[in-house]
T-cell receptor
Framework: AQKITQTQPGMFVQEKEAVTLDCTYD???????LFWYKQPSSGEMIFLIY??????QNATEGRYSLNFQKARKSANLVISASQLGDSAMYFC????????????FGAGTTVTVRA | DGGITQSPKYLFRKEGQNVTLSCEQN?????MYWYRQDPGQGLRLIYY???????QKGDIAEGYSVSREKKESFPLTVTSAQKNPTAFYLC????????????FGDGTRLSIL
C-alpha cells in the first residue's frame, strides 16, 4: 500500500519569500512518480511539477522546485519568490504500478501569502 | 484546446433523487477517475476506469455508480443510497504510466436541497 504524508496543515509566508512544503511517502515500488498539485479557492487542480523515482536531478518548473531525497522518501516542494496568487492548497501525490497507477494524495497544505 | 469538461458546475439534489455528473475528455486518455473532496480535506477516489467498458471501485464507491461506454466519457451517478452527497466532485484523466500526471476538470459542487 502507498501512503503520502503532509504534516503541515497550514503555512503563512511573506510575499517574495521562499516556502518549503513537506511531503514524505511510502511505497515498495522501485518505479514511481511524484507530483505536486495546486488547488486555489476556485477548486481546480493545477499540476505543478513531477519527479520520477529514477531521476537523479531535482525537478524544477519556473518558481517551483522539488527537493527529492529518495533514501529518506521525501519530496518537498519549494516555492521561491512567493506571490499573492500562490495562496492555495497544495497536494503531494504519487503514482506507481502496484496501485494501478492511481494517484495517492496527501492531506494537503494550505499556503497563505501575506503582502 | 484539449482538456476535461465537467458539467454542471453546480448541482442540487432533492432527497431520494439520483443525479448524474458529466465528465468528457478530448485528450485521448485511456484512464479516467472520479474523486470526492469534502471541505478542507484531500481527494478520495470513488471509481476509476482504465479502459472502455471496464471500471473499478475506489475507496468510497458506495452510493455511486459509473459507466464507460466511450473513451471520452465517464459519467458519475450519485444515487439516493449516498446519504451524504454534499461535496466537490473532480474528474481526471491520464495515460496509464507512473511518470504522467492526471489532468483534472474544474469540478462540480453538489448540494442537497
Amino acid at each position: 500500500a502507498q501512503k503520502i504524508t503532509q504534516t503541515q496543515p497550514g503555512m503563512f509566508v511573506q510575499e517574495k519569500e521562499a516556502v518549503t512544503l513537506d511531503c514524505t511517502y511510502d511505497t515498495s515500488d522501485q518505479s514511481y512518480g511524484l507530483f505536486w498539485y495546486k488547488q486555489p479557492s476556485s477548486g481546480e487542480m493545477i499540476f505543478l511539477i513531477y519527479q520520477g523515482s529514477y531521476d537523479e536531478q531535482n525537478a524544477t518548473e519556473g518558481r517551483y522546485s522539488l527537493n527529492f531525497q529518495k533514501a529518506r522518501k521525501s519530496a518537498n516542494l519549494v516555492i521561491s519568490a512567493s506571490q499573492l496568487g500562490d495562496s492555495a492548497m497544495y497536494f503531494c501525490a504519487m503514482r506507481a504500478p502496484s496501485n494501478d497507477y492511481k494517484l495517492s494524495f496527501g492531506a494537503g497544505t494550505t499556503v497563505t501569502v501575506r503582502a | 484546446d484539449g482538456g476535461i469538461t465537467q458539467s454542471p458546475k453546480y448541482l442540487f439534489r432533492k432527497e431520494g433523487q439520483n443525479v448524474t455528473l458529466s465528465c468528457e475528455q478530448n485528450l485521448n486518455h485511456d484512464a479516467m477517475y472520479w474523486y470526492r473532496q469534502d471541505p478542507g480535506q484531500g481527494l478520495r477516489l470513488i471509481y476509476y476506469s482504465q479502459i472502455v467498458n471496464d471500471f473499478q471501485k475506489g475507496d468510497i464507491a458506495e452510493g455511486y455508480s459509473v459507466s464507460r461506454e466511450k473513451k471520452e466519457s465517464f459519467p458519475l451517478t450519485v444515487t439516493s443510497a449516498q446519504k451524504n452527497p454534499t461535496a466537490f466532485y473532480l474528474c481526471a484523466s491520464s495515460v496509464g504510466a507512473a511518470h504522467q500526471p492526471q489532468h483534472f476538470g474544474d469540478g462540480t459542487r453538489l448540494s442537497i436541497l
